[in-house]
């Protein structure tokens, strides 16, 4: 199985703060690389498929980078909005996800 | 709009079997696989298997193999997860979700609201 390692686990950040978090897989998976963000009592919302494609409807201060083993969704200006967690997905073999990267109030 | 509707939320006691349904709806049901994952607090997400609405072909995670079973009911846009056996590890939340592949990548684009399976004795 591929392994999916997110950091940091949590962050604490401010209204307008440029947020990354990185995803790290254990083998190459090209660009078969998914971010999700999940609100407490609620399903999944997908952010970003393929690496860096911005699934409609979701804001442009969202984006994602990398390639390979090494994957990136940064927030521009981060939004009340936005406190949530986020997963990474890939989907080169059987679908595995990062264990999450809680962002939080500072 | 897409909406992918769950059945509500189950009490089991250990051993027993549990069936989760998600209604499908803003689109052509058999157009699109529907995979099941699940999630326990707090935790990240485990996917389970999916299935195909046109044929009913199944493929399931290997963590599963034996204990689950995907199908469908093409005429009311309905899948089905059966999970069997179940242990105090199955209490967890369970959500269908439509996928879709962009150039080989595959991901999920609607989600139930999630279905909460409790098994206690």
């Known amino acids: 199985d591929i392994q999916m390692t997110q950091s940091p686990s949590s962050l604490s950040a401010s209204v307008g703060d440029r947020v990354t978090i990185t995803c790290r897989a254990s083998q190459s998976i090209s660009s078969h690389l998914n971010w999700y963000q999940q609100k407490p009592g609620k399903a999944p919302k997908l952010l970003i498929y393929?690496?860096?494609n911005l699934q409609s409807g979701v804001p442009s201060r969202f984006s994602g980078s990398g390639s390979g083993t090494d994957f990136t969704l940064t927030i521009n200006s981060l939004q009340p909005e936005d406190f949530a967690t986020y997963f990474c997905?890939?989907?080169?073999?059987?679908?595995?996800f990062g264990q999450g990267t809680k962002v939080e109030v500072k | 709009q897409v909406q992918l509707v769950q059945s509500g939320a189950e009490v089991k006691k250990p051993g027993a079997s549990v069936k989760v349904s998600c209604k499908a709806s803003g689109y052509t049901f058999t157009g699109y696989y529907m995979h099941w994952l699940r999630q326990a607090p707090g935790q990240g997400l485990e996917w389970m298997g999916r299935?195909?609405?046109?044929?009913?072909?199944?493929n399931y995670a290997q963590n599963f193999q034996g204990r689950v079973t995907m199908t469908r009911d093409t005429s009311i846009s309905t899948a089905y997860m059966e999970l069997t056996r179940l242990t105090s590890d199955d209490t967890v939340v369970y959500y269908c979700a439509r996928a879709l592949s962009v150039s080989g990548t595959l991901y999920f684009d609607y989600w139930g609201q999630g279905t909460l399976v409790t098994v206690s004795s």
């Open positions: 997905q890939q989907s080169y073999s059987t679908p595995q």
């Open positions: 299935i195909n609405p046109n044929s009913g072909g199944t």
């Open positions: 393929a690496a860096s």
